[in-house]
């Protein structure tokens, strides 16, 4: 059977999209994960509006879920009841690096070299994040969490989907307001995720589909369990990526101005 992205972003749903108030482990579709730990201010409605161009505003770091396979697929259930996002719960630590480039021009019998400028770019943003988790439900959002960005990482490849050859998606990254990450397009370029030996794990069940290929119709659907570290870590590198288009109607002024750091995307 082709393996294609469509099928591993797929691959799972959680029992509580299924299953309502059962114990023993199980993600519950209606909990409001993550609903207790915003940070001050950055609830819904924690802004105070002072004028009309200022008003609520959360400003939790998250990347956005794209379209199509990865809004559908059962296991990342838990991210869509976010709005379609992946939010970091605890602020992450990020550190992005803005550069210049110039060539040293040497003349002979000189005291000092002549610079000319080349080019600037935005190097790639690392991000660090820390997760804690109390339940099954912040456990089933840790292994959605996993498992959208395994996805993220991956092309479209596989004789049964439609976009075979596409390179992976293009997310979006917010945080900190308007004025800071905007709607940053980004792709993911590594994603490293910590084990830890030596803390406790929480269980969350999980619903695999039945294999519905055309050599196998098995719809039957099967149970099973995922355990998630109480205290993790991941890191991220993310690599802005502008197109062509938006970066040849790139105006300088605009940018000093403030126009694009909240609508463009640009950093």
Do not use: C
């Not at 970091?88 to 000189?110: C, E, K, R, W």
């Not at 999980?206 to 369990?225: A, F, N």
């Amino acid at each position: 059977m082709p393996f294609g992205l469509n099928d591993f972003v797929s691959g799972a749903e959680s029992l509580g999209t299924k299953i309502g108030g059962t114990t023993g482990g199980l993600i519950s579709k209606g909990a409001g994960f993550l609903k207790s730990k915003l940070p001050k201010g950055a609830e819904k409605g924690g802004a105070k509006k002072t004028d009309a161009t200022m008003g609520s505003v959360d400003w939790r770091v998250s990347l956005s879920v794209p379209p199509g396979s990865f809004e559908t697929s059962p296991i990342l259930h838990p991210l869509k009841t976010m709005g379609n996002k992946l939010i970091f719960p605890y602020t992450p630590t990020i550190t992005v690096t803005h550069s210049a480039s110039y060539s040293a021009m040497d003349p002979v019998h000189s005291n000092y070299p002549f610079f000319s400028y080349e080019n600037s770019k935005v190097d790639k943003i690392n991000l660090q994040a820390e997760f804690y988790l109390e339940n099954s439900v912040d456990a089933g959002y840790w292994i959605a969490m996993v498992h959208f960005l395994r996805s993220t990482t991956k092309m479209y490849f596989g004789d049964n989907t439609e976009f075979a050859g596409a390179p992976p998606p293009v997310l979006k990254l917010n945080g900190y307001g308007d004025y800071v990450f905007k709607n940053v397009p980004v792709v993911v370029t590594s994603f490293q995720m910590e084990m830890p030996k030596d803390v406790d794990y929480i269980s969350a069940g999980v619903i695999t589909p039945g294999d519905t290929s055309k050599e196998v119709k098995d719809p039957t659907t099967k149970v099973g369990i995922g355990y998630a570290p109480v205290k993790s870590q991941i890191s991220l590198t993310l690599q802005p990526m502008y197109s062509r288009e938006s970066v040849r109607k790139f105006n300088m002024q605009d940018f000093v101005n403030g126009k694009y750091v909240n609508s463009g995307g640009f950093i």
